[in-house]
Structures are given as C-alpha cells and as structure tokens.
C-alpha cells in the first residue's frame, strides 16, 4: 500500500511539472519568460503588461552576466527575454545564442534615443534595444573620509585600510585596476593584465570585502568608507545616508548599456517582442527610472525625468559627453583572455 | 519477512537524484568541451591547493567546536525529565525553522564592526573586536548554523543506554567520572560519529556563509565550485573535477573515521 501511495504522489508531483510547462494561460494569449537583474524594473510594470496585453509573465531574477550566461549554457530554463550588459550581448551574438528582433513587433524602438543605438556590442541594431544604461564610481562617505577623493587611487590606499569594498566580479574589479593604471578595460595585452593582476593582490590586505550588492547595507550603515558601484545605485543609498558622496574618478570609468535581448529558441519569441516594446513606452520607462534611478534609454522619458532632478543627480543618472569620452564600454574578450580573467581572479581570492 | 518492496521508491529517488548527478560530475570532470577524454582538470588541483586547505582546516575546526560545545550538551539534556528534554530540543531545533540565509545575514549584522556585538563592547568600554570578514566569522557561521546536528545524534544515542548499564557500573564500584569514561562515552561514539558527518561534510563545502561572513577574502570549495557554474567563470568541467576530488577526499575521510568507529563499538561489545 505504501508503495502505491509513493508512486501517486510521485506521478502527481511528474504531472503537476509537466502541466505547470505546458498550460497556455486561460485567454489564449500565451506567456512570455522574462530574466532580468534583480531590483532593476518597477513590478508594477508587470501587472500592467498583463492587463493590457493578456499575456501571462513568468519573471526572474539573476545577478550577473555571467551567471546569466550559465543558466542559458546550461539550457535548463524556458527563457525569453534577457537584460544582459554590452560586452555579454556581444559574446552572446559571437556564440549564436540570440535570436535577430523582429523590429515590426517593435515599433517603440524610433523612441530609444541614437546614441544607444548601433554600439559596438550589435552594430547594427539586429538582436537587441538597449533599456538602461550608466557608470560606475566611487562612492564614499564624507563623514568617515575627510579628504576629497577623486582617482581610483583611493581605493589602493592604505590609509583607508579596512575600510575599503571592493567589486566581487573580474571584469568589474579588473576593469578599475586598468583604468587606474593608465589602460583600456578592454586590453588584450597579458602584461597590462598582469599588472592589474599584482595591484588586486596588493589591494586585497587593505580591503575590507568582496561585495555585489551587499554594498548598499556595508556604505549606508557606515561599516566602510569607500567602494565602487553603479551610478544610479548611488542614488538609491544616498536617500538613507546623506553623507555619501559620489564621483567618477578623473582617471576615466566604465560606461555600460543594458539591452533586452531574445536568447536563441525562445519558445514565446512574438511575446518577448511585445514585451520588449512595451519595455520601450515612455510611460514604462518613465515608471521604471523612477524606481531604479539608472538612465533609460528612451529619449523622452529620460528629458522628461530629468526635470526633476538637480544639476548634481542629473550629472550622476546622465553621464556628459565630455565624462563619457574618458569611459571604456566593455566588450567581449577573446576565450584565451576571458580565461586569464577567470584564473587570475581565482588567484586574487583565493 | 521483510517487504523489501517498500524500499522501491527511495531507490528510484536516490538513482535518478543521487547516482545519476554523481556520474554526471565523474563524466564532466574527465572529458573535454568536445567530447574527448581528458585528465587536465583534475591536473588544476594544484593551484586550489591553499582553498582545500582552508576548507578542510576550518571544517575541522567547526566540527571539534561543535562536539565540544554539542557533547556537554547532549549529555546533560540525557539525564533530565521527559518534559524538560522536550522542551529543550525544540529550542535547538527552533533556528532551524527559520530560512539559512536569514540567520546567516543575522550573524553579519552582530559581527560587524558597527554591529551589535561591537556596539555592547563599546557600550561596556571594551576594546572593540575584529570579527567579521576574517575565517573566525565563519567558523562562528558554521558551528552556530551546524550545531544542531551534532547534539541531536548524540542525544539520541545518549538517550537510549539502558539505565542499568549505570547501575551495574555503580554497583561495581565506579565513581560517576569512571562511569562515563567508560560505560557511557564509548557507548556514545557511534552517535558522535554521525554528528561529525553531519557537521564536517556540509561544512567543507559550504559556500554562502563564506561569502557573507568572510566578505568574500576567505574563499573555500563551495565558492570555487559556485563559481564555476553560476559565478564569475564558467566552466562547469573544472568544477566538477574540484567537487569530484573533494568527495573523494571526504569519503577517505569518512572511510578512516568509521574504521575508528567500528573498532570502539567492538570493544564495549556491542
């Protein structure tokens, strides 16, 4: 008997799967699978998409690229809608993982405003319209550090020991030590990449910790000082502590673009093409900028937020031409330096 | 008879969920992206050296923490009343009804620098202590997150001697130290023994703790293998080598100590 009511149970756990796959939402409209980063669109947004559309969303979070990259490699999840940044749509292009946009499902993409329009990672505009985009930053706490701070530098000084954070992924922690030294976050010249390689190590006795998003809690709490993180999550931290303060190193930084993209076999493809041109409304945009502070790339409601912002903010969510100029945009690496990356990273932490 | 039949199911379950995931890591870790056999992951494990280091060092000392803190407290909990046992092991088991990460972002908040802890030190005037992002705070994540499975089995070891065993001790002239040494200690290593696995085989290859209490500066198995699927490299290969070789390391481990084992059960005869 016991053994019969194991088998139901687990038949009816098999069923259950299979139909939760399977099942097209009531009003025949289907449903689209999106992935984005976490705390990185207005859930708001979602409902509304629904209502309007009749399309059920089935939303998820990651909190990489490279883990993005993974979950699609490992190809264990419907997915069809990804957020990755630049240089991991270029890599995903190179490796034939997208699926080209059908653009007369995207008409909203005449509002993406033209200068987030044919970058380097998909010049020709062909599999993915950009969604937010920004730079990263030192962020500090004025209360904790009396001086101004205004190169990378600080973040290798040792009179701040203890009380530095520092990224908690290659590219991004790599990327400040180039800059800091003079060269591109793009270099493929291994001794360049050996040299950053030697500052991580030296760094690593005067840092406090690796963090991603474990940044906010660390800064707005005042248990560090100083680290570097994204533009508009400045904005975010600095409602709990207004002590922080940000600034683009004179160095030069990282700019990045965020762009919605429909990895290859997407299931939903037409969804993902509605859901991406609704991601495109300037009401939507609008509504999600609100939120996450990063600056949208739909022209409109870019002007129209900015409005409301001071010079300060405003410089901070919208990069100047002349700041960008000094900013790299990563792109994708060549494997035989992507695996430098990975093992001189492990190499640091470990 | 018995109806072996019953145990139809978990055997499918541990096929499709624990020997099948097994042979796909043994596969991974010996083959190359395009199929070919290779032995060069596992010829890596050099570089990795000072990671299995520091997670079989602090796994190790976790788990002498936990039976240190855990063994006085099983043995006591054995020789109170029914109701006051009852009691007492639903306290241990009470953290384990809220979420692992919940308690472990606890932790980071008592340790750090600002956090609770310091903050009373301070308060007391005491020197302030520097704790987190350092291997003492994952210990401490460890043993308080770990502890529990080393008190309940040798609890329930504890529990079930006979009360005569003690008696007749007694009767033979043992004081109450002789009686534990060697009436009830032994009796109690089985139940030691599979708190220690308990403990040290999810200690090394713990991963989140790590990352929240060591931010990030104190790396073990679990976060090299973490990111070699989900993290910052992908290359699942590797990984699977690095997990392989820590199973097997394990196993060993394992191996010697139920050797041990076997041998103190044989001598109180049981």
């Known amino acids: ?350 | 008879m018995k109806p072996k039949y019953l145990a139809i199911p978990y055997i499918v379950w541990m096929g499709i969920f624990v020997a099948a995931p097994v042979l796909i890591v043994v596969f991974y870790a010996f083959t190359t992206a395009d199929g070919g056999l290779t032995l060069s992951n596992i010829s890596e494990m050099g570089r990795f050296l000072p990671i299995f280091v520091r997670s079989f060092e602090l796994a190790f000392v976790s788990t002498i923490i936990c039976i240190v803190i855990g063994y006085p407290v099983a043995y006591i909990l054995s020789r109170e009343g029914a109701r006051v046992q009852r009691l007492i092991i639903m306290l241990i088991m009470l953290p384990m009804w809220m979420n692992f990460l919940l308690r472990t972002y606890a932790w980071m908040s008592i340790l750090e620098n600002t956090g609770l802890l310091n903050s009373l030190l301070t308060a007391l005037g005491l020197p302030a202590l520097q704790i987190i992002n350092t291997p003492s705070a994952v210990v401490i994540g460890m043993v308080y997150n770990f502890l529990p499975f080393m008190i309940l089995p040798i609890y329930s070891v504890i529990v079930k001697i006979d009360k005569s065993l003690y008696e007749a001790a007694q009767d033979l002239g043992a004081d109450t130290v002789s009686v534990f040494r060697k009436v009830v200690f032994p009796i109690s290593l089985p139940g030691v023994l599979s708190g220690v696995m308990m403990v040290f085989v999810p200690a090394v290859s713990t991963f989140v703790i790590s990352q929240l209490l060591g931010g990030g500066m104190v790396m073990m198995l679990g976060d090299l293998i973490d990111m070699q699927f989900l993290g910052s490299a992908y290359n699942p290969r590797l990984g699977s080598a690095i997990a392989l070789v820590m199973m097997i390391i394990v196993i060993l481990f394992m191996y010697v100590m139920n050797r041990f084992g076997e041998g103190e059960e044989k001598a109180v005869g049981l």
């Open chain 1, 1 to 350: 008997m016991k053994k019969n009511v194991s088998l139901l149970v687990a038949v009816c756990v098999l069923i259950s799967l299979f139909a939760a796959a399977c099942s097209p939402s009531p009003d025949g409209k289907g449903q689209v699978n999106v992935y984005n980063w976490g705390e990185y669109i207005d859930k708001e947004v979602l409902s509304i998409f629904e209502e309007e559309t009749g399309i059920k969303i089935n939303y998820f979070e990651y909190d990489s690229n490279e883990s993005l990259y993974s979950l699609l490699m490992l190809g264990s999840a419907d997915i069809d809608v990804i957020i990755p940044s630049d240089y991991m749509v270029a890599r995903l292009i190179d490796e034939d993982m997208l699926e080209p946009l059908d653009f007369s499902n995207i008409p909203n993409f005449s509002l993406i405003d033209s200068r987030y329009k044919g970058l380097e990672y998909d010049s020709n505009d062909a599999y993915s319209v950009a969604y937010m985009a920004g730079t990263v930053g030192l962020i500090y706490n004025s209360a904790m550090i009396d001086d101004e701070i205004t190169s990378w530098g600080a973040l290798f000084d040792e009179q701040y020991s203890g009380q530095i954070l520092m990224f908690d992924n290659p590219r991004d922690a790599f990327g400040i030590a180039l800059k800091y030294l003079g060269y591109s976050q793009n270099t493929e010249n291994e001794d360049e990449i050996y040299e950053a390689y030697d500052l991580l190590l030296t760094q690593k006795p005067i840092l406090q910790a690796y963090v991603m998003d474990q940044i906010f809690d660390k800064l707005e709490s005042g248990e560090a000082a100083i680290g570097p993180y994204y533009a508009g999550d400045y904005l975010f931290m600095a409602e709990s502590n207004e002590d922080l303060v940000f600034v683009r190193p004179e160095e030069g930084s990282n700019f990045f673009v965020d762009a919605m993209c429909i990895p290859k076999g997407a299931k939903n493809k037409t969804n993902a093409e509605i859901f991406i041109d609704f991601m495109c409304r300037t009401d939507i945009a609008l509504m999600n900028m609100e939120e996450i502070y990063y600056a949208s790339a739909n022209y409109e409601a870019a002007e129209e937020f900015s409005a409301q912002l001071d010079d300060g903010e405003y410089e901070i969510m919208f990069a100047s031409e002349a700041v960008l100029a000094d900013c790299d945009v990563f792109i994708h690496l060549p494997a035989n330096i992507l695996e430098l990356y990975n093992r001189l990273w492990t190499d640091v932490k470990k």
